[in-house]
């Protein structure tokens, strides 16, 4: 079993040795490195860049953030770039998990001690550890059966006789009689997902509390076959009242079965990678926090595509696409989010800001808003960001706002007034 390769992103990767091993840069095999730089390419071709090659034996990631697991068995755990001190690999694994559970909607279950005990856990694991201890409590709530019609001959009456087929026995097989009947089986879409991702599960799992639990869960679902049809079984998955017990560890068999969400891994490796872009992730964290905090009669809007830069032949031309939208009563707000670190103190003038970004948010304000109103820009909050800058005036109506986002507490800081947060949002800004 091969350790599990932490780092963060833009982190550099060498197959030179590597003495003291850091964040910022760790040693691969060279088979990890080639394997790495053909994925490159395939996502090259859609449109990303998942490494930057610095040269033969040196690579640098993107802003990606997961796992990857190379066809030589390396586990890469890509952690967020975040927090600045030294110790921080278990702070940006937290992080990271509350971000994706916020930001995929996944459904979240009070334990005790003993996985707080696993909170260290790179993240596959604990994945197939959210995913292991959903299907445990749905297990023993009850898996749902259903009847199934089956037709056999058999030497004795069950069911309906099928009088069609019995006349047409040859001589000498009367005896033997055609029949019809239901019989009560486990074998539905649901389960055989389910079945599929625990045996995935089984196989990749390193860690030995989840190798024990899902062994377990293995022999119990022993008559359940496994999906041979994993689209279609999921189109035919069930939201039934009946069926409401299933709702929690779906989301996590879909993670585990299609492995590559939200972005798409493609090649003929299938290991358990799970790849996020950072800048998508953060967006869906902020609007997730946000529709949480929002008071009941905002309305949160995401990527809104009404609007267009120019017109030309009569045809709309480049559409523009804000992150975020807030409706309260008659004013609305445009939101865009930037994973990216900024600094206010004095020795920066422009803070780290892009200028692209500024025109982009003018381009927002005149189409979205007819030139009046507040436009937000929400960066990351860190120690040398953690107040809102003075504000940007694009015209005398017109306001940029940028304000920092606390990522450990999923909350909004210094939101312009009558934004309509609720009052302890506000007060804790």
């Known amino acids: 079993m091969k350790p599990v390769i932490t780092v963060r992103e833009y982190a550099r990767l060498t197959t030179d040795i590597v003495t003291v091993p850091t964040l910022d840069l760790a040693q691969v095999s060279t088979s990890a490195f080639d394997w790495l730089c053909k994925l490159n390419a395939t996502f090259s071709n859609a449109g990303a860049t998942l490494v930057q090659l610095e040269s033969r034996c040196l690579l640098k990631l993107d802003n990606y953030v997961g796992v990857l697991e190379t066809p ?59 995913f292991l201890l959903a299907l445990d409590h749905l297990i023993k709530r009850g898996l749902r059966f259903d009847y199934q019609r089956v037709e056999e001959e058999q030497r004795f009456l069950r069911g309906q006789l099928d009088v069609v087929k019995q006349m047409r026995q040859p001589p000498g097989r009367q005896h033997n009689f055609q029949i019809r009947h239901d019989i009560y089986l486990p074998d539905r879409p649901e389960n055989r997902l389910l079945k599929l991702a625990l045996d995935q599960v089984c196989k990749k799992t390193n860690d030995a509390a989840n190798w024990r639990l899902a062994h377990e869960l293995r022999s119990v679902l022993l008559e359940v076959p496994t999906s041979r049809d994993v689209q279609q079984d999921f189109k035919q998955w069930s939201n039934e009242r009946l069926m409401a017990h299933y709702v929690p560890v779906k989301p996590w068999c879909e993670l ?56 030309h032949k009569g045809k709309n031309f480049f559409q523009l696409r804000p992150d975020l939208m807030v409706h309260h009563q008659q004013k609305s707000w ?35 808003l007819a030139g009046e109103g507040e436009l937000v820009l929400i960066y990351p909050r860190r120690s040398a960001f953690d107040a809102p800058l003075q504000v940007f005036e694009f015209a005398p109506r017109l306001a940029l706002w940028v304000l920092p986002f606390d990522m450990e507490r999923g909350v909004l800081l210094g939101a312009p007034e009558g934004f309509p947060l609720h009052s302890q949002q506000q007060q804790s800004a």
Request: aromatic share 10%.
């Open 334 to 368: 445009v939101l865009d989010t930037k994973w990216k670190r900024l600094n206010s103190s004095a020795e920066d003038i422009s803070y780290g800001l892009k200028q692209s970004d500024f025109y982009q948010l003018f381009a927002y304000g005149h189409k979205y």
């Open 72 to 130: 030589c068995g390396t586990r890469l755990e890509i952690l967020p770039k975040h927090f600045e001190r030294e110790d921080c690999v278990n702070q940006s694994r937290a992080l990271l998990r509350r971000m994706i559970q916020a930001s995929l909607n996944l459904p979240t279950r009070e334990v005790g001690a003993a996985d707080l005990q696993n909170f260290d856990a790179p993240l596959s694991e604990w994945v197939m550890g959210r």
């Open 256 to 311: 585990i079965i299609k492995q590559q969400m939200p972005l798409a891994v493609a090649g003929d490796w299938h290991g358990m990678s799970l790849l996020f872009p950072m800048e998508r992730l953060f967006e869906r964290y902020v609007a997730a926090s946000l529709g949480r905090d929002l008071q009941g009669d905002a309305q949160l809007q995401t990527q809104s595509r009404s609007e267009y830069l120019c017109q």
